[in-house]
T-cell receptor, first 114, second 112 residues
Framework: AQSVTQPDIHITVSEGASLELRCNYS??????LFWYVQSPGQGLQLLLK??????LVQGIKGFEAEFKRSQSSFNLRKPSVHWSDAAEYFC????????????FGQGTELSVKP | DTAVSQTPKYLVTQMGNDKSIKCEQN?????MYWYKQDSKKFLKIMFS???????INETVPNRFSPKSPDKAHLNLHINSLELGDSAVYFC???????????FGEGSWLTVV
């Protein structure tokens, strides 16, 4: 069965420090992979996506993610975190042959220390 | 212009009531979805419609009835609301079923 695991429920980083949020997936075919961000009381905003091609993808707000098929991972990175990055981050795999649904990880809450 | 818009954003209602959440997308997409986010922030798909036809129904109680009058709209009607229905409901859309899914702002439902 398809699944997505985000091992870290909560991460705290200092402003200006680098960030890596982990995501592992289980999916039999080539995955469509996404990272979404949810600020408190807000909806889900797409940060970036991987469908095919270059395994390092760039997104909005200075985020990037790297698809590693051998590790079944799609980790999200940012070189320098800003206080406004504090939010909940969700990794998801798209199951195109099942009506296009997304299977989400549990989310990682990011706190940023001044 | 908001791409995927939902109304109402906040809804507080009593157990046993019937309520609806409306969703509209102006992206020209042919596929729309309802997702539920529970109190632990876990997101799960409820329904998916492609060209007004139901293609996903993820074992949701039949108190929940989606309706898609046209490709741009997907409404969610909930009968006999229960405390456990309290959640955030997200509408979303995509072009086809293998592309990026865009979400609305969410509707915060509280059943008291």
């Amino acid at each position: 069965a398809q699944s997505v695991t985000q091992p870290d429920i909560h991460i705290t980083v200092s402003e200006g420090a680098s960030l890596e949020l982990r995501c592992n997936y289980s999916y039999g075919a080539t995955p469509y992979l996404f990272w979404y961000v949810q600020s408190p009381g807000q909806g889900l905003q797409l940060l970036l996506k991987y469908f095919s091609g270059d395994t390092l993808v760039q997104g909005i707000k200075g985020f990037e993610a790297e698809f590693k098929r051998s590790q079944s991972s799609f980790n999200l990175r940012k070189p320098s975190v800003h206080w406004s990055d504090a939010a909940e981050y969700f990794c998801a795999v798209g199951v195109g042959n099942q009506g296009g649904k997304l299977i989400f990880g549990q989310g990682t809450e990011l706190s940023v220390k001044p | 212009d908001t791409a995927v818009s939902q109304t109402p954003k906040y809804l507080v209602t009593q157990m046993g009531n019937d309520k609806s959440i409306k969703c509209e997308q102006n992206l020209g997409h042919d596929t729309m979805y309802w997702y539920k986010q529970d109190s632990k922030k876990f997101l799960k798909i409820m329904f998916s419609y492609n060209n007004k036809e139901l293609i996903i129904n993820e074992t949701v109680p039949n108190r929940f009835s989606p309706k898609s009058p046209d490709k741009a709209h997907l409404n969610l009607h909930i009968n006999s609301l229960e405390l456990g229905d309290s959640a955030v409901y997200f509408c979303a859309s995509s072009q086809g079923t293998g592309n990026t899914i865009y979400f609305g702002e969410g509707s915060w439902l509280t059943v008291v």
